[in-house]
């Protein structure tokens, strides 16, 4: 998505997403479960909806805590399907609510999402679909694939000559570290 380091600087909301999260490696639960959701979100619509409505999102599904979320009922389905200020699609609000209640399994057995990922790398892009298929649902290849890079696991989120990049660069992601130091950091 290198087109992204072109037009996000100096934008209100691509801007700080591009220059400060985009592409750098990520550990925590939390942040990890929301950068998730939020590419769950986004199928179909453009990055930007997203980003706006971000904070309501976070505030309307309790920060993305996966254990509050994952006791989700009807009731807070109902709740978040009349908050104009999120993306009121059932199917995206229930795969979320369903992923969480995964992930919390999932984090069970490897200590964590980061210690999961971090198991499974390397991996090709396909691979990591068909894993993630498996694993989670609403899983689509450029879901996979904007999150993995998201958080560092993939490479493409900026060009060389971004100055983001060489800040990425310099925490050595995944993607650079075929040893894959985020996997002694997270077990």
């Not at 934008?11 to 925590?28: A, R, S, V």
């Not at 706006?52 to 109902?78: I, N, S």
Request: overall charge neutral; hydrophobic content about 45%; some cysteine.
């Amino acid at each position: 998505m290198s087109w992204y380091c072109d037009v996000a600087p100096g934008h209100p909301f691509h801007g700080p997403y591009h220059d400060g999260e985009y592409g750098f490696p990520l550990t925590d639960e939390t942040l990890l479960f929301e950068r998730l959701s939020l590419e769950i979100m986004q199928a179909g619509l453009s990055w930007l909806i997203v980003l706006k409505k971000r904070p309501a999102m976070v505030a309307a599904f309790d920060g993305f805590v996966p254990a509050r979320v994952a006791a989700y009922g009807e009731a807070d389905v109902a709740r978040l399907m009349a908050d104009a200020g999120i993306i009121r699609n059932r199917r995206k609000i229930l795969s979320i609510i369903e992923n969480a209640g995964r992930l919390q399994e999932l984090s069970g057995r490897h200590g964590s999402f980061a210690a999961w990922i971090a198991a499974h790398h390397p991996r090709a892009k396909e691979e990591w679909v068909r894993l993630f298929r498996r694993t989670f649902v609403f899983m689509g290849g450029e879901i996979v694939n904007e999150f993995l890079m998201s958080i560092g696991v993939l490479p493409g989120a900026h060009r060389p000559d971004c100055p983001a990049f060489a800040r990425i660069a310099a925490l050595v992601p995944p993607w650079m570290d075929p040893e894959c130091k985020m996997a002694r950091s997270v077990l």
